[in-house]
């Protein structure tokens, strides 16, 4: 991580405080989630990332070279794996993906979609919130999930080698960037996002 993607996160340090300590996190790996818990937060999640896919679609396109494209690239082609981890865990749960989503996650979606109107040094920096925001909460608990957690699979998808490393690749987009105000507010906006989606489907 260099200066800009530093001072993003410095910036946020409370909130991330909180993403890294919620306790939907630390209940998913000690095994104490309510299986409802987790229920209502899969199918949320499921059209959170039907949605992140269109969105990174669009990203790409106002990409300003081959380097940041060939990044997203990646992040799309893990959507593939990622979204069967959910429809699988769905069918052996027997959950409907179709279900509608909270309004947060509608607003949460379509506020990630219109940063891309923002340009490219705000987007970014919103992209490697939402990115980092899940890999530095699901690698807090990683080295002390138990091996009978159902939902080991979820976990180490955000907390993989390959998911650490798309994120310093984001964190080197961004720090290709001056810092500016929306760059700022795009990452403190996503950060609250982060928490309010697990305060909703943790109640
Ligand atoms: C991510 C996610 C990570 N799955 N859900 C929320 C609410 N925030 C961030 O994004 P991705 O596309 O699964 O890596």
């Not at 209940?27 to 899969?42: H, I, N, V």
């Not at 980092?132 to 957690?149: E, H, I, L, N, Q």
């Not at 976990?155 to 960037?177: G, K, T």
């Amino acid at each position: 991580m260099g200066e800009t993607a530093q001072e993003l996160v410095s910036g946020q340090r409370s909130a991330w405080q909180r993403i890294v300590t919620h306790p939907f996190v630390g209940r998913t790996s000690d095994g104490t989630l309510p299986r409802e818990t987790f229920d209502r937060w899969l199918t949320e999640d499921y059209f959170f990332v039907r949605s992140f896919q269109v969105y990174l679609a669009e990203l790409s396109a106002i990409a300003p070279d081959d380097e940041a494209r060939e990044v997203l690239a990646g992040g799309i082609a893990a959507l593939v794996p990622e979204l069967a981890l959910f429809e699988k865990a769905a069918a052996e749960r027997g959950l409907d993906l179709g279900v509608e989503p909270s309004l947060l996650n509608v607003g949460y979606s379509a506020y990630l979609l219109s940063t891309v109107r923002e340009g490219w040094p705000a987007a970014i920096a919103v992209l490697y919130a939402v990115e980092k925001a899940y890999f530095d909460a699901w690698a807090s608990v990683r080295d002390t999930t138990g091996p009978d957690t159902p939902y080991a699979g979820f976990i180490a998808n955000w907390s993989s080698p390959e998911f650490s490393a798309y994120v310093e690749q984001l964190a080197a987009l961004v720090d290709r960037e001056q810092l500016t105000p929306a760059m700022e507010l795009g990452f403190d906006r996503v950060a609250r996002f982060e928490i309010a989606f697990w305060d909703l489907v943790h109640g």
